[in-house]
């Protein structure tokens, strides 16, 4: 399987986890931009194009070398000879061509073939696993965007709430109605309510920090998530789908 096929595989799998959404950013669009731009990723890949140049090291070793050489020149003839016609300068040219071909290697090159052959699984192994770990952090943070900014609308709402209460208490504490310490009971309320909003908010901004950082966009509106898929009828089903 070539690298660019395999990155194009590997957006095609992020494509089936979702349907589309054409107004709202996509668990589809996380993943694929997560894919192309995730460093260590493209580190897995490089890893990859190194094991098949070392295959093609290795092959190379039993294909046939030819070696092209030449020289030029030119050489002076002095003689005495009243008969010499090569007095003078003269040029001087010569060529040659080898080829070699081995023909016994004791093993040693399809020893390294198959050396570079399981060198390149391992890498695309390698390669197969850092990419299912990247979507499902990516998925992870996808979800966690959602959740926090869906408590910290939770808490928002809290809050309005408990400050209506708190000034329900303290004007039936002017009236007479409730006492001091009811009034301090809705305070109490109030303050814990705007602490759990602090508390979401921080975690909500965790949450971007790392969504940001694993497909490096910054988080819009978010659509739902697909639906859940169907769990295996059987563990032998699990087993199957897990090895495939």
């Known amino acids: 399987m070539t690298l660019k096929f395999r990155i194009l595989a590997g957006s095609a799998l992020a494509g089936l ?10 668990l589809e669009d996380a993943v694929s931009s997560a894919i192309l731009s995730n460093p260590q990723l493209e580190s897995q890949r490089v890893e990859s ?10 092959r190379s070793g039993g294909r046939t070398t030819v070696t092209i050489g030449g020289s030029a020149g030119y050489q002076y003839t002095d003689t005495n000879s009243p008969f010499s016609v090569s007095n003078g300068n003269s040029g001087a040219f ?8 081995p023909i016994y290697t004791g ?9 570079a052959k399981a060198g390149i699984s391992a890498a695309d192994a390698q390669y197969d696993a850092a990419q299912q770990d990247l979507i499902l952090q990516v998925i992870t943070a996808y979800m966690d965007v959602r959740r926090d900014r869906e408590t910290v609308s939770i808490r928002e709402n809290n809050v309005e709430v408990s400050a209506e209460q708190l000034r329900a208490a303290e004007d039936r504490f002017e009236v007479g109605v409730v006492t001091r310490t009811d009034v301090s009971l809705a305070r109490a309320n109030f303050e814990g309510t705007r602490a759990s909003l602090a508390g979401a908010e921080s975690a909500l901004e965790t949450s971007l920090a790392n969504y940001s950082f694993l497909t490096g966009l910054t988080p819009g509106d978010l659509a739902p998530p697909p639906p859940v898929p169907p769990l295996p009828q059987s563990l032998e089903e699990a087993t199957r789908l897990g090895l495939d």
Do not use: F, M, N, P
Not at 49 to 58: F, H, K
Not at 94 to 101: E, I
């Open 107 to 115: 093993g040693r090159i399809s020893a390294g073939i198959r050396q």
């Open 17 to 26: 986890l979702v349907t589309g959404h054409a107004s709202a950013e996509t």
């Open 94 to 101: 010569s060529s040659q061509v080898q080829a070699t071909k």
């Open 49 to 58: 194009d190194i094991a098949r140049e070392t295959l093609e090291q290795a």
